[in-house]
């Protein structure tokens, strides 16, 4: 009896939360039309002025008086300006019949982004994966479509901008480097590999939104055995989208070509023991601190589509740094 009220309990709780986000979620779409509305109707109003430029800062400086007067805040001046500006820069995509996906807020965030295929791409992916404000600006502030732009072609940068990130093959998950700032590790502090294990789990979540799309967490220190001998995979993972096993080994060091072997064998007994038939074959990722790029590509068979090396950083660099990074490995 006691498990039926717990899960009458879960039950309720969940349709609870449910509609509160879609209250939520229709009180964000309300605003935001309402405020492209506002800037909708300064442009239409400044155009119809005869000296368009004098004309829209006596306009906006009026509008900010009546509206503050009658509605209290949120209608300074700066505020007025932001609404047209956003009419500006969504007006030749969205009509009345379209619903506005995100809070005004990301939209002013979005609109800091001057390329517009970059723009496109992190609104697709804030709506795709339902990002809250403060992750859409940490996920901009870690370069992630800088990030992804490394392994992809000219076709497929233009994807990325029409559809988000696609999941179709092993290398559309691959980051490098991979930004763990959230594990509060000092860059020059001393940690074992211990410890960036247990910050990672403490930090699940996070962890698993900087990997991307797909991911579930299936356990750590995962223990396999064979010929009497025990083996432990740091963090094990499964992939929906790719319908496959995805092994993570973590290194504090320079990668070694051991440790390649190593993710390797891990990489086989998965494909041979553990994986079902109609699931794909197992990927390997080894998240280190430094790797040769050439020391990896002689290590590894040609063609390889499983195994793979990325860095990681424990603090958030600068765009600018993190684009280097990126202008180096593509030069490579």
Same mark, same amino acid.
């Given at each position: 009896?006691?498990?039926?009220?717990?899960?009458?309990?879960?039950?309720?709780?969940?349709?609870?939360?449910?509609?509160?986000?879609?209250?939520?979620?229709?009180?964000?779409?309300?605003?935001?039309?309402?405020?492209?509305?506002?800037g909708k109707r300064i442009v239409e109003e400044e155009q119809g002025g005869e000296k368009r430029a004098e004309y829209g800062k006596s306009l906006?400086?009026?509008?900010?008086?009546?509206?503050?007067?009658?509605?209290?805040?949120?209608?300074?001046?700066?505020?007025?300006?932001?609404?047209?500006?956003?009419?500006?820069?969504?007006?030749?995509?969205?009509?009345?019949?379209?619903?506005?996906?995100?809070?005004?807020? %990301?939209?002013?965030?979005?609109?800091?982004?001057?390329?517009?295929?970059?723009?496109?791409?992190?609104?697709?992916?804030?709506?795709?994966?339902?990002?809250?404000?403060?992750?859409?600006?940490?996920?901009?502030?870690?370069?992630?479509?800088?990030?992804?732009?490394?392994?992809?072609?000219?076709?497929?940068?233009?994807?990325?901008?029409?559809?988000?990130?696609?999941?179709?093959?092993?290398?559309?998950?691959?980051?490098?480097?991979?930004?763990?700032?959230?594990?509060?590790?000092?860059?020059?502090?001393?940690?074992s590999e211990n410890d960036l294990e247990t910050g990672i789990i403490n930090h699940i979540e996070k962890f698993i939104m900087e990997l991307g799309?797909?991911?579930?967490?299936?356990?750590?220190?995962?223990?396999?055995?064979?010929?009497?001998? %025990?083996?432990?995979?740091?963090?094990?993972?499964?992939?929906?989208?790719?319908?496959?096993?995805?092994?993570?080994?973590?290194?504090?060091?320079?990668?070694? %070509?051991?440790?390649?072997?190593?993710?390797?064998?891990?990489?086989?007994?998965?494909?041979? %023991?553990?994986?079902?038939?109609?699931?794909?074959?197992?990927?390997?990722?080894?998240?280190?601190?430094?790797?040769?790029?050439?020391?990896?590509?002689?290590?590894?068979?040609?063609?390889?589509?499983?195994?793979?090396?990325?860095?990681?950083?424990?603090?958030?660099?600068?765009?600018?740094?993190?684009?280097?990074?990126?202008?180096?490995?593509?030069?490579?």
């Amino acid at each position: 009896m006691e498990i039926e009220k717990k899960d009458v309990f879960i039950d309720i709780k969940n349709i609870i939360e449910l509609s509160r986000k879609k209250i939520v979620s229709s009180i964000n779409s309300t605003m935001t039309t309402t405020y492209f509305l506002i800037g909708k109707r300064i442009v239409e109003e400044e155009q119809g002025g005869e000296k368009r430029a004098e004309y829209g800062k006596s306009l906006i400086k009026n509008l900010s008086i009546r509206l503050t007067e009658s509605y209290g805040k949120g209608f300074s001046e700066t505020n007025l300006k932001q609404m047209k500006s956003f009419y500006l820069g969504y007006k030749k995509r969205q009509t009345l019949s379209d619903e506005f996906k995100l809070s005004y807020s %990301h939209y002013l965030t979005l609109m800091r982004i001057v390329d517009i295929e970059e723009r496109n791409f992190y609104e697709i992916e804030a709506i795709n994966n339902g990002w809250s404000l403060r992750e859409l600006k940490r996920q901009m502030d870690s370069a992630l479509y800088e990030r992804l732009v490394l392994s992809r072609d000219k076709e497929k940068i233009l994807e990325l901008s029409q559809k988000g990130q696609v999941i179709e093959k092993p290398q559309d998950i691959i980051k490098d480097p991979y930004i763990l700032e959230f594990l509060n590790l000092d860059e020059k502090a001393i940690y074992s590999e211990n410890d960036l294990e247990t910050g990672i789990i403490n930090h699940i979540e996070k962890f698993i939104m900087e990997l991307g799309k797909g991911f579930l967490f299936q356990g750590r220190q995962v223990r396999f055995t064979f010929d009497e001998e %025990h083996f432990f995979v740091d963090l094990v993972f499964y992939n929906r989208l790719l319908k496959c096993f995805v092994l993570i080994d973590l290194k504090i060091g320079k990668l070694k %070509h051991q440790d390649i072997g190593q993710m390797q064998m891990y990489v086989n007994y998965y494909d041979r %023991h553990v994986k079902l038939a109609d699931e794909n074959k197992t990927i390997g990722i080894i998240i280190c601190k430094d790797k040769n790029d050439t020391l990896v590509n002689m290590t590894l068979p040609e063609g390889n589509e499983q195994i793979f090396a990325s860095r990681y950083m424990t603090i958030l660099p600068s765009k600018e740094e993190l684009k280097k990074i990126v202008e180096s490995e593509i030069r490579e």
